[in-house]
């Protein structure tokens, strides 16, 4: 369940926008896995995993809490979190919007005083896919309706949903031999780490879906060394 005490004739924007994040609400709940290793009172349970399936990806969602002054450092070790430790995975910080890079086994991460951080972490793929939305928690649980990559065409197309009036984003990974070529309205940023592009495309709903269309093609130039 899901409790709201807001006066929402005298709400501000800012906090509306994060209620609309929570909604609508999924059966599933997120799980503790360090719940034993940290103990309270000198400790407390710090990270929550949430598995994530659809007709078209399955991810894992999880968040790290830091309630002290101090910065906290761990790392996710992905086979804690039920992935395959030995695959590589692309891990997405939800409320920096910022592509943290591809890793296997773990990830390390660092989280200010009294902060959380919530990372997106899906397998990585040889073609560009989904790295996350800024439409809701579970970045493409509730939002993305379909996603499909056709090989032949090099075309990745969905169906995004949303109210109508509503805004959002998807962020894309794009891997270093492609490039998008209907990028009209699309942001691009090359990622030094490995050298791949993160495409931000927005997304304005007049309708509750949305389709959404993007071709690639193969870069002729040569590649940028790591």
């Not at 005490?5 to 799980?31: A, Q, S, W, Y």
């Not at 990806?57 to 968040?63: E, M, Q």
């Not at 761990?74 to 590589?88: N, P, Q, W, Y």
Request: negative net charge; charged residues 25%.
């Amino acid at each position: 369940p899901m409790t709201l005490g807001d006066d929402f004739r005298t709400i501000d924007p800012e906090r509306l926008g994060m209620i609309k994040l929570c909604l609508p609400r999924t059966p599933e709940v997120p799980k503790p896995i360090d719940l034993f290793d940290h103990v309270a009172p000198e400790d407390y349970c710090r990270i929550l995993k949430l598995p994530v399936s659809t007709s078209w990806d399955s991810y894992t969602i999880a968040a790290v809490f830091n309630l002290d002054e101090n910065e906290y450092a761990t790392d996710l070790v992905f086979e804690k979190l039920g992935l395959c430790g030995d695959a590589a995975y692309r891990v997405f910080d939800f409320w920096n919007e910022e592509y943290i890079g591809t890793f296997r086994n773990l990830v390390r991460c660092r989280i200010p005083g009294a902060t959380c951080r919530v990372y997106r972490i899906s397998r990585a793929r040889p073609h560009p896919w989904l790295l996350a939305t800024d439409m809701h928690m579970q970045q493409g649980r509730v939002e993305i309706k379909s996603l499909c990559w056709d090989e032949a065409s090099m075309t990745l197309t969905g169906t995004a949903s949303r109210p109508a009036g509503e805004s959002g984003n998807l962020f894309i990974h794009i891997p270093r031999k492609l490039k998008l070529i209907n990028h009209k309205g699309a942001n691009t940023m090359k990622d030094i780490r490995d050298m791949n592009v993160v495409a931000r495309i927005p997304l304005c709903f007049e309708s509750d879906e949305q389709p959404f269309n993007l071709r690639f093609e193969m870069m002729d130039t040569q590649y940028v060394s790591r």
